[in-house]
């Protein structure tokens, strides 16, 4: 089993930036696919980005793309969400999520407390 833990997470104004932290402990950190998805008040968890146990990268979310980045430390046994110029809609809870091989990145095996991140305008 994994357990994860978000950090990072607060208040911020609009075009501001925040650093996510997810930190796993467990066994074979390394053979996970990681990443964050997030969920706003009355919406639909969503998929933000995931960064495989290959490095390969993908971002989810469209409205995203140039303004979050998203990596791995294996050494350290974490994954990091940078997200810079941050919009009011980008307000949401963000939980890290990990992955077995062959399970599907919609349906992660393991799931963080989830952090608030909240963007003022």
């Known amino acids: 089993q994994v357990q994860l833990v978000e950090s990072g997470g607060g208040l911020v104004q609009a075009g501001g930036s925040l650093r996510l932290s997810c930190e796993a402990s467990?066994?074979?950190?390394?053979?996970?696919?990681m990443g964050w998805f997030r969920q706003a008040p009355g919406k639909e968890r969503e998929s933000v980005a995931r960064i495989s146990r290959n490095f390969g990268i993908t971002y989810d979310a469209d409205s995203v793309k140039g303004r979050f980045t998203i990596s791995r430390d294996n050494a350290k046994n974490t994954v990091n969400l940078q997200m810079d110029s941050l919009k009011p809609e980008d307000t949401a809870v963000y939980y890290c999520a990990a992955s077995t091989y062959g399970r599907s990145w919609s349906k992660p095996d393991y799931w963080g407390q989830g952090t608030q991140v909240t963007v003022s305008s």
């Open positions: 467990g066994r074979t950190f390394s053979r996970y696919a």
